[in-house]
Nanobody
Framework: QVQLVESGGGLVQPGGSLRLSCAASGSILRINTMGWYRQAPGKERDLVAR???????NYADSVKGRFTISRDNAKNTVYLEMNSLKPEDTAAYYCNVGVVTYYIGSKDFWGQGTQVTVSS
């Protein structure tokens, strides 16, 4: 019903930058909060950043000042610009979108994940 397609991950050196994208498609009536989570091996999935329908952002303390979340409502897309990347940012990054659908009502949907590896 709803699909999220992520892109933009890859291998980058410390101090480098990456830009992640997540595009939603399907039977979407409305998109509410959009966000990014990450999960490193052996750890829980944690919130990185989220953005409200009105554009108000929230960030984990570990990424404040380095990451920027934004959204393009016309394209049903959320972005995460990551600057000054550190090795501890290495993780699989997942987008999460709160969607009001035509058929099943409100539900969170997850992207397939995109790997970000920060290493020299």
């Amino acid at each position: 019903q709803v699909q999220l397609v992520e892109s933009g991950g890859g291998l980058v050196q410390p101090g480098g930058s990456l830009r992640l994208s997540c595009a939603a498609s399907g039977s979407i009536l409305r998109i509410n909060t959009m966000g990014w989570y990450r999960q490193a091996p052996g750890k829980e999935r944690d919130l990185v950043a989220r953005i409200s329908s009105g554009g108000g952002p929230n960030y984990a303390d570990s990424v404040k000042g380095r990451f920027t979340i934004s959204r393009d409502n016309a394209k049903n897309t959320v972005y995460l610009e990551m600057n000054s990347l550190k090795p501890e940012d290495t993780a699989a990054y997942y987008c999460n979108v709160g969607v009001v659908t035509y058929y099943i009502g409100s539900k969170d949907f997850w992207g397939q994940g995109t790997q970000v590896t920060v290493s020299s």
